[in-house]
């Protein structure tokens, strides 16, 4: 399975919204969440819907998961325990703790224009005033699918160790 996520904020400490999308080994979309969290900073964005995230996956038994954001600040966080802003801890330690009930997992940069289905729903969550999650076969992932397949190109990442 693979988590793609992100955050966006109109200023930064803004309105905020958050995506994610969840798809299976072929590739096939199994959860989309997309929300508004209210008065934020982007990272408080992007750590929120990571952990979301996180947190349907292990609900759900996934057991292999590849990790992919935007956000250097928050994958720096998680993976090199780099706090670079406090406010931020508590996340992270709940987010770590989500990761060890996964088991085999793998962090990596993905940047913005390999992100861009995840970035599509934080910003529609920007606009909405409640959080929505979509199924395999909802209607919303269906008017998705143009932007789902050039999110599938192959488009160089960088790796966080």
Sequence with gaps: MKLNF?????????RSGVGAIIRNEVGEVVRAISGLV???TNNVAEISVMEAGLQWCVNNGV????????????LNGVTKSVFQNWRLECWI???NML??????????????????????????GVE???????????????GLKEIISLDMVSIPRSRIG
């Design 6 to 14: 992100d955050g966006a904020s109109r200023g930064n400490l803004g």
């Design 38 to 40: 209210g008065v934020a």
């Design 63 to 74: 057991v292999k998961l590849i990790i992919e954001g935007d956000s250097q600040v928050i």
């Design 93 to 95: 330690l709940r987010i």
């Design 99 to 124: 990761l060890n009930l996964l088991g085999d997992y793998h962090i990596q940069h993905m940047f913005q224009e390999g992100n861009k289905v995840a970035d599509y729903l934080a910003n529609m």
């Design 128 to 142: 909405e005033d409640s959080a929505r999650e979509f199924g395999r076969d909802d209607t919303m992932l269906i």
